[in-house]
């Protein structure tokens, strides 16, 4: 059994940046698949990022790409996103994922095994 414990959540003025972590325990880390995704009240869970096993590999949504940055460290357990250039509409919950059957990054929920219970990030304008 695989658990994920978020943390670095906050809150933040746009424009500026946070750094969300994600902490593993239970499994092999380096052979998942990572993902991040968030939640924004009333919609859908979204995916924001995702990383290859090695971390040699990254995946963006539009809407983050160019200001997230997704980065794991196998030794420590630990997969991060790196937050800057931050709008009000990246207001959300923030869980990050593991996927432990699949070989490339995933962007569907479904897709993902093991969950963490979420850290909130709120940017003001």
């Known amino acids: 059994q695989v658990q994920l414990v978020e943390s670095g959540g906050g809150l933040a003025q746009a424009g500026g940046s946070l750094r969300v972590s994600c902490a593993a325990s239970?499994?092999?880390?380096?052979?998942?698949?990572m993902g991040w995704f968030r939640q924004a009240p009333g919609k859908e869970r979204e995916f924001v990022a995702g990383i290859s096993r090695s971390g040699g590999s990254t995946y963006y949504a539009d809407s983050v790409k160019g200001r997230f940055t997704i980065s794991r460290d196998n030794a420590k357990n630990m997969v991060y996103l790196q937050m800057n250039s931050l709008k009000p509409e990246d207001t959300a919950v923030y869980y990050c994922?593991?996927?432990?059957?699949?070989?490339?990054?995933?962007?569907?929920?479904?897709?993902?095994?093991?969950w963490g219970q979420g850290t909130q990030v709120t940017v003001s304008s």
């Open positions: 994922a593991a996927d432990v059957r699949r070989y490339s990054v995933q962007v569907r929920a479904y897709e993902y095994d093991y």
């Open positions: 239970g499994g092999t880390f380096s052979t998942y698949y």
